[in-house]
C-alpha cells in the first residue's frame, strides 16, 4: 500500500467519473508527479518544474 496522500492526486476533468484509464497527476515541491490510474500503488514518474513546462508547452 502506498504512503501517499490520495487525497493529492487528480486527473483531468475530461475525464468520465467512470474512467480508470487515466493518468492522475499531483503537485510535488520540486516538480510534478504522474501516475496510472489503474495502478494507484505502482511507479510514479516524478518530473522537475523544467522538464514539465517544456513537456506541457510542447503540446500545446
Known amino acids: 500500500m502506498t504512503?501517499?496522500?490520495?487525497r493529492?492526486?487528480?486527473?483531468?476533468?475530461?475525464?468520465g467519473p467512470n474512467n480508470n484509464?487515466?493518468?492522475?497527476?499531483?503537485f510535488a515541491p520540486d516538480?510534478?508527479?504522474i501516475r496510472d490510474s489503474k495502478d494507484p500503488d505502482?511507479?510514479?514518474l516524478r518530473f522537475d518544474?523544467?522538464?514539465w513546462?517544456?513537456?506541457?508547452?510542447?503540446l500545446a
Not at 3 to 6: K, S, V
Not at 21 to 26: D, F, L
Open 3 to 6: 504512503d501517499d496522500n490520495e
Open 8 to 15: 493529492d492526486w487528480f486527473k483531468s476533468s475530461y475525464s
Open 21 to 26: 484509464s487515466c493518468v492522475e497527476a499531483r
Open 31 to 33: 516538480g510534478i508527479d
Open 42 to 44: 505502482g511507479p510514479i
Open 49 to 51: 518544474r523544467t522538464t
Open 53 to 58: 513546462t517544456k513537456f506541457v508547452r510542447r
